[in-house]
């Protein structure tokens, strides 16, 4: 059986976790990989500003274990329904990862609205016992990176992926509008 890996790809906050249980839900024995549950072995630039500066090389984020695994299920060819659905920000843009992905879905959306949500996401998660100072004084720190370095690197970014992308859809419309309509394209490409 021949695996096809799908690359669900955007900006923090435009939803690709959510959405990859969204497919994966719609297709029986497919498996996904998710970008985030590989930060532990994970390489991130020491210095985004630089990085940024730098022109924002995504192969400066070394992800060993996910690319490991990710061979692993491609040359194991498991009962998986042919379908691999990975979380990966950055689309083919990572060269580890390019020759790894058969089909990118990029998510487009207002920066202002991931922005919203990555906030909000934030804001959710927080152990109850915090100090109030403490979670304000996060969320004003991360607003100021946002606005010195995020805002333009997800922009870049999710530029780059939409160059190299098989579907752009809309990351304001409802995730199970979204999932449908990934499902469908997937399954004209057969």
Known sequence: MSITVVSI????????????????????????????DYKETTTFPADLSKWVSDGCN???????????????????????????????PFGRGRTAM???????????????????????????TVPEDVEVSVLLNSIVEYVDQYLSV????????NENVKKDCNLVVDGTKDIDDLANEIVTALQKQK
């Open 9 to 36: 790809s955007g900006p923090s906050g435009s939803g690709k976790s959510s959405l990859v249980h969204a497919v994966i839900q719609r297709l029986p024995n497919a498996c996904s990989l998710h970008f985030d």
């Open 58 to 88: 995504p192969d400066d984020f070394i992800t060993p274990k996910l690319v490991e695994d990710l061979r692993a299920i491609r040359t194991q060819q498991q009962d998986i329904n042919g379908l691999v659905i990975v979380e990966e």
């Open 98 to 124: 390019s020759g790894l992905i058969d089909y990118v879905v990029c998510i487009d959306i207002p920066l202002e609205i991931a922005f919203a949500r990555t906030v909000k996401r934030a804001a959710q």
């Open 150 to 157: 995020s805002r333009h690197t997800y922009a870049l970014v």
